[in-house]
């Protein structure tokens, strides 16, 4: 069982619709969470980063971390054909960093 | 932007040959990280650097060195390059704090043919 489990899509939405991309993981050391989003070709950008259970939101972007469960999430709202990209999860702890495979999200005008 | 730059951006080599990629910053950030990205894997860390001098090993670091001289370069050498280290390599820095938000580079393309 790898360590972060991620779908890896690919997820197609029209434009305006509500995403959602989710994260699993199995170790509980991991206390900071991150999310990044990945233009084809280019390096991994990163979105948002929270380190509590809860909500974190930044104008379209919310993300959500249910420690108790080992789900994190990122929900976008009114999603835009400039959204299009791979999302990565990321989690951090103990000095140590790891990475879910990557969703990659279409946004159809 | 972070100031991270990474050279060359895209190489193609020769089963064998000892190949070095480069890693640029420009913030004076004392750590420094390089991935390999390759589909179904995501990105997986292969040494990293928290100092001049510096370095520990990675998920993947068997077949790949690394030195870091200054606190603005740090080197990946393939020994000997094999066709299964054909991928995608990315620097990245850490910010200083107990935060582990990390920015990446633009990516180094490889292939070994």
């Known amino acids: 069982q790898k360590e972060v489990e991620q779908d890896p899509g690919p997820l197609s939405v029209p434009e305006g619709a509500i995403v959602s991309l989710n994260c699993t993981y199995s170790?509980?050391?991991?206390?900071?969470f991150m999310w990044y989003r990945q233009y084809s070709r280019k390096g991994p950008e990163l979105l948002m980063y929270t380190y509590s259970s809860g909500n974190k939101e930044d104008g379209r972007f919310t993300a959500q971390v249910d420690k108790s469960s080992k789900y994190i999430s990122l929900f976008i709202r009114d999603s835009q054909p400039s959204d299009s990209a791979t999302y990565l999860c990321a989690l951090g702890g103990n000095n140590d960093m790891r990475f879910g495979a990557g969703t990659r999200l279409t946004v159809k005008p | 932007d972070a100031g991270i730059t990474q050279s060359p951006r895209h190489k193609v080599t020769e089963t064998g040959t000892p190949v070095t990629l480069r890693c640029h910053q420009t913030e004076n950030h004392r750590y420094m990280y390089w991935y390999r990205q390759d589909p179904g894997h995501g990105l997986r860390l292969i040494h990293y650097?928290?100092?001049?001098?510096?370095?520990d090993k990675g998920e993947v670091s068997d077949g790949y060195s690394v030195s870091r001289s200054k606190t603005e370069d740090f080197l990946l050498t393939l020994e000997s390059a094999t066709s299964s280290q054909t991928s995608v390599y990315f620097c990245a820095i850490r910010t200083s704090g107990p935060s582990y938000e990390q920015y990446f580079g633009p990516g180094t393309r490889l292939t070994v043919t």
């Open positions: 170790n509980s050391a991991f206390q900071y």
């Open positions: 650097s928290y100092g001049v001098k510096d370095t």
